[in-house]
């Protein structure tokens, strides 16, 4: 009976299914301890008034609570904020240090562009063209703050109308470039650009006067706040981003917010060095790029994959081939980034720049990283996994199907086209799903190729050509490398790491589970078909 559990392999199905468990224990605890970070960064705390046994006073938000050994005292973690009063946004407190602690009503929190959060008690406010209310001086900072909203949309329509006229003087200046490399300077078309060009010039001045005292106006609109211990601090209402009270908002005040923060992350910019504000152009860019990824990428994998089990005949070149495709699947992504940086930048982009933009150089415009090359990039890390899985599927298709088609007379295109191909769809897609779901979190090859901490336009935008493939981009797994291993305030950044995380996993589940959607539906056809 020995042997014949042995020979038999039941261990081994034992030990298979320990170690499938023990990896999926493993993956739903990783997704929990992202989750529950993540989720729980947007949701409001009270803010703890502490006095001490000494007499100072601190206020925050308690972030957690440890003890480093049995002999150790308790202590907990404050948030603080109020970086340009204390230079640090956390401190431990040991619980024994502590002699007080309360939960003020009046405590208020402030969301900035700058200097992260405030916390402290409102004094006094002072609006330019608006008395105080009758109500409060509170009441009087939120009637100010949304005066400021309502003048908010003029503001930004004067910063578009600046962008706009930078971007046509940058035309300007390349059709002028494109001028002077062909020596025209003393032509009729030189002049004319060079006068077009003062007038923008002159336009752009007007507006960056006028966009100099509207926020010179708004600068004037100011609170001063008092923090924990009395120590007072004039912030204009431009630089605040939100105001409320936390120990007085009611659950649904404070879903109400949670759904406000949620709205920003996704459709804002960042802000405080990608610590704060919202992760637009990060999420745009990461779908982006694997949208381009898998145009150039995914038909070029299927042709190859094709090519190899249909069409090639078996001999010594196919076999070298297989064996080098199987052995690209393994190389490490730097390695594509370096292949990427020498091929596609500094071979394929400087020679486009010499043929096609030689008025800009030595200023790159392709022979520089952008998301084009990035793509590239990644479609070269992922093309074998696509090969492979459509060898695969197309060999697991019976050869007599192949041979009633050809006995019925189609040729061996018809045959591909239109059953090997649909059959062996859902098994290519399996490879696509793989494919992609390496590429959106890859960092590296990003890293040399394009990738940036903060770019200033989209890829995609509304100024012709609209479609910019030399453009640099941000990237969720980048701006998770950044904000974790390279920001100066670790700890301020780190709940932000858990929300990009959680939202590259939200993209990578998204993108697959329509794609396995796809696949399934593929699978579902032609086994009815059968």
Request: no cysteine; aromatic share 10%.
């Amino acid at each position: 009976m020995k042997s014949k559990y042995w020979r038999e392999g039941e261990p081994f199905v034992w030990g298979s299914g320990a170690a499938l468990a023990l990896i999926l224990l493993l993956i739903l605890t990783l997704l929990v301890v992202i989750f529950k970070n993540g989720l729980g960064v947007f949701w409001v705390s009270p803010l703890s008034h502490l006095e001490m046994q000494d007499g100072s006073k601190l206020m925050g938000e308690v972030v957690q609570s440890s003890v480093m050994s049995m002999r150790d005292e308790p202590r907990s973690q404050l948030k603080i904020a109020n970086r340009d009063l204390y230079s640090l946004d956390f401190k431990w407190v040991s619980d024994k240090d502590i002699k007080q602690v309360t939960y003020p009503q009046d405590a208020i929190l402030i969301e900035r562009q700058e200097y992260g959060n405030f916390v402290g008690f409102l004094s006094s406010v002072t609006l330019l063209n608006q008395p105080s209310l009758p109500s409060g001086e509170y009441a009087t900072l939120l009637a100010g703050l949304d005066d400021l909203k309502a003048n908010m949309p003029e503001l930004e329509a004067v910063k578009s109308q600046i962008s706009d006229l930078n971007y046509r003087v940058e035309s300007l200046d390349h059709k002028l470039a494109k001028l002077r490399f062909r020596g025209e300077e003393q032509g009729d078309d030189f002049q004319q650009l060079t006068m077009q060009k003062e007038l923008l010039q002159t336009e752009f001045q007007t507006l960056v006067t006028t966009l100099n005292v509207l926020q010179a106006r708004l600068m004037q609109n100011t609170a001063r706040f008092t923090d924990a211990s009395g120590t007072m601090l004039t912030i204009p209402l431009s630089a605040m981003v939100r105001v409320y009270k936390p120990n007085n908002l009611s659950f649904f005040a404070k879903v109400s917010l949670y759904l406000q923060k949620t709205r920003e992350l996704f459709f804002d910019e960042p802000r405080e060095s990608n610590t704060e504000g919202g992760l637009f152009p990060a999420i745009f860019g990461t779908v982006l790029l694997i949208i381009i990824m898998a145009i150039f990428s995914f038909p070029l994998g299927v042709i190859a994959g094709v090519y190899l089990r249909e069409y090639a005949r078996d001999g010594f070149m196919v076999r070298l081939v297989r064996i080098a495709v199987n052995n690209l699947a393994g190389i490490p992504s730097i390695v594509y980034g370096i292949f990427g940086l020498a091929f596609f930048i500094y071979g394929i982009g400087s020679s486009i720049d010499q043929i096609f933009f030689p008025a800009q150089l030595p200023a790159p415009t392709f022979g520089t990283g952008g998301i084009l090359w990035a793509s590239l990039t990644l479609g070269l890390l992922t093309i074998p996994v696509v090969i492979v899985s459509t060898e695969e599927a197309l060999g697991a298709i019976p050869g007599g199907l192949r041979e009633s088609s050809y006995a019925l007379g189609a040729t061996k295109f018809q045959t591909l086209t239109r059953i090997l191909i649909p059959l062996a769809s859902p098994g290519i897609m399996t490879g696509f799903i793989l494919a992609m779901a390496r590429a959106a979190g890859e960092v590296a090859p990003l890293m040399i190729t394009g990738v940036v901490k903060l770019a200033p336009s989209l890829a995609l935008d509304g100024q012709y050509p609209f479609f910019h493939l030399n453009r640099k981009f941000m990237h969720l797994g980048f701006h998770i490398y950044d904000i974790g291993f390279q920001s100066p305030n670790v700890e301020a950044a780190k709940p932000m790491v858990f929300v990009t995380t959680l939202l590259l996993i939200g993209i990578v589940i998204a993108l697959a589970s329509t794609a396995i959607f796809m696949r399934n539906r593929m699978k579902k056809k032609f086994a009815i078909a059968d």
